[in-house]
């Protein structure tokens, strides 16, 4: 029977040099999507999957990540006095919503580094690692769908999304045998494949569940370009003895952490809310062209 994933790791150390200038002072995991950062989608998939322990691997300059998930004592008192009791409410319930650790990465050396230092915090227990970049919209949440395959199966999940043509060349890609519907047997990972070379059409995005032995395969990945330490590549010598898993997620994945993507998902997310998604809607159509 697989180990209950109660723990989820959140590497949040990167510059963010796509987003500079608005980077250059603040996380970029703290960019609002409406009127929420980021990394807070990520948090709230995590514990509505079923985690109750959380780690925010961040840098140096992400001291705002910190802050917003603390209490803040003058904010809420200036919201009480004022009687804004729902403001109040939304402010305290961020504070309120898991147990959070925090750690540095004192060099930002790669994704498997990132997630190497997560590995006193995991101990012996499976854990999840979200990337905030990857914002997916879905009824039932992403981690919750690779959860329930990391349960049947009792081995490592990752998350993968359908990508056409040339664009398959910007991702990991897997090879991979379908064993159920939008769930498959990974025989090999490929790391920005030309097109013509990809195995599939099935990308890895940032969702994983890992087993703690890939810390083992972490210290055993050979450092890439700058010194970086691949996340793949640790998957991949992990893979020769023992079986991974991916799944199609279901719902709409936004590549936050690109400027277009970002935009795509703002628009997307501010026509679902019922307070803004009318009048925007109304704003969005008469837009002159």
Known sequence: MAQTIRKAVFPAAGLGTRFLPATKASPKEMLPLVDKP?????????????????????????????????????????????????????????????????????????????????????GTEPFAALLADDVVDAERPALRQM????????????????????????FGVIDADEVEPGVFKIKDMVEKPAYADAPSDLAIIG????????????????????????????????LKVRPFYAVKLEGTRHDAGDKLGFLIATVEYALKREDLGGPFREYLKNMKF
């Open 38 to 122: 980021l990394i807070q989608y990520s948090v709230e998939e995590a514990v509505a999957s079923g985690c109750e322990s959380l780690l925010i691997i961040t840098g140096r300059d992400k001291s705002a990540i910190e802050n917003h998930f603390d209490i803040s004592f003058e904010l809420e008192q200036l919201l009480q006095e004022k009687g804004k009791v729902e403001m109040f409410e939304q402010v305290r319930a961020i504070s309120d919503i898991a147990k959070i650790s925090y750690t540095r990465q004192k060099q930002a050396l790669g994704l498997g580094h990132a997630i190497y230092q997560a590995k006193d915090f995991v």
């Open 147 to 170: 959860i329930d395959v990391y349960e049947k199966y009792d081995a490592p999940v990752i998350a993968t999304m359908q990508v056409e043509g040339e664009a398959i060349s910007r």
């Open 207 to 238: 969702r994983y569940i890992f087993t703690p032995d890939i810390f083992g395969a972490i210290e055993r990945t050979t450092p890439g370009s700058g010194g970086e330490i691949q996340i793949t590549d640790a998957m991949r010598i992990l």
